[in-house]
């Protein structure tokens, strides 16, 4: 295989490229995903079964190359409501469930016979702000313009939130407060980028700097249904920004329709997600901060359009660079860039990705936001 140009993460890109034999041939359709004929793999279970919407049977392979799974089959249900979730639990009629709400976790930590099990992944959730146009749709200022394109007030607004407010009381303690891209542990993190705390003070002066000493007028759009507390969070983050002493509205909508929207650059502000599932930080930094180059393959999910080619070039360096120490001093640089000098987004926490288990069993949490059935053991 031959690569257009240095590419150090080859390895890990290719783990998510998923390869079909060719003796399948190439009329291959969803129908022959349904009824296994297309279900390989070198993993721990076999295709048993699905009916679509309900369940997906697994069976242990008995020639794995790994440890061998602890169940000789599994069945994954699919109950997409909260609360029937967590009833199908204390009713033991599951053995464990996925996606637990945060509002639901100290109910399940009281009783006895059920744990909670939580970690920390790389789904960022953050507010993106239109620093791009000289006049954008919802904000507004009695000198006229866009308050956003200048750092001072992109850096106040970072300011005016507590983060830990909003892991306690809008998460129920299940996010994690941050300031940069991706959490401690994934190449890109850098202890240069502390979680920003709050300081309503310091906001008002840098406002007042920036030539907006009485605030402006602006509008918050975001999800209803994709993010854990989306809603819950953007009504947090507005009256933090109007204790502040701006003028600032919520308009939240279904997924499907927000974003179609932030596609086409409908809002001034909104709250985003990006989860990392490689480990790294450098897809994040070049998909959602990059400058929008689609011959480049950079600045897809950069829906506000920030631009900085500083920050560009630190991130196409470090993305090229086989040598470690480069990379992680080069990716410091880019995340000290962006968050903390040009503040082009603003994070506000990772999620948590939370799991109930009946007693007898544990499960080997991973920070990516999904639940492999080979993670979950009875307890020793």
Excluded: C, K
Excluded at 147 to 170: C, F, G, H, K
Excluded at 217 to 233: E, V
């Amino acid at each position: 295989m031959t690569t257009d140009e240095p590419t150090p993460d080859l390895i890990e890109q290719l783990g998510s490229v998923y390869i079909l034999p060719s003796e399948l041939g190439t009329e291959i359709s969803s129908r022959d995903f349904d009824n296994g004929t297309a279900a390989i793999g070198t993993g721990p279970w076999r295709y048993g079964g699905w009916t679509p919407n309900e369940r997906l049977t697994l069976t242990a392979h008995e020639d794995y190359w790994g440890d061998a799974p602890a169940y000789s089959d599994v069945v994954i249900r699919y109950i997409p409501n909260d609360a029937g979730r967590v009833a199908a639990l204390i009713a033991g009629d599951v053995d464990v469930i996925d996606a637990v709400p945060a509002g639901d976790v100290p109910a399940i930590e009281s009783r006895s016979a059920v744990q909670i099990v939580a970690e920390t992944t790389g789904r960022l959730i953050y507010l993106a702000l239109d620093s791009d146009r000289e006049d954008s749709p919802f904000v507004s200022a009695p000198e006229g313009g866009n308050p956003l394109q200048d750092v001072r007030v992109r850096q106040a607004l970072s300011l005016m939130l507590d983060r830990q407010m909003i892991s306690d009381r809008i998460m129920n303690g299940t996010a994690t407060p941050t300031g940069q891209l991706v959490p401690e542990g994934f190449v890109g993190w850098t202890d240069q980028v502390p979680v920003p705390q709050a300081d309503p003070e310091a906001a008002r002066a840098l406002l007042a700097e920036a030539g907006y000493p009485d605030g402006f007028t602006i509008t918050l759009h975001g999800p209803n249904n994709r993010y854990q507390n989306d809603a819950q969070i953007l009504q947090a983050v507005s009256q933090l920004f109007a204790r502040a002493g701006l003028t600032s509205t919520v308009e939240a909508m279904p997924s499907n329709i927000f974003f179609d929207r932030a596609s086409q650059q409908d809002f001034s502000a909104f709250l985003g997600g990006f989860g990392t599932t490689t480990g790294s930080a450098i897809r994040g930094l070049q998909q959602v901060i990059a400058t929008n180059d689609p011959e480049a393959g950079t600045g897809g999910f950069n829906r506000t359009r920030f631009s900085d080619p500083e920050f560009d070039a630190l991130v196409a360096r470090a993305a090229q660079s086989f040598d470690e120490a480069e990379r992680d001093d080069l990716l410091a640089q880019a995340t000290v860039r962006a968050f903390t000098e040009q503040q082009a987004i603003i994070p506000l926490h990772f999620e948590q990705q939370i799991w109930a288990l009946r007693e007898g069993l544990t499960y080997d949490a991973r920070p990516i936001e999904r639940t492999l059935a080979q993670d979950i053991r009875p307890a020793e």
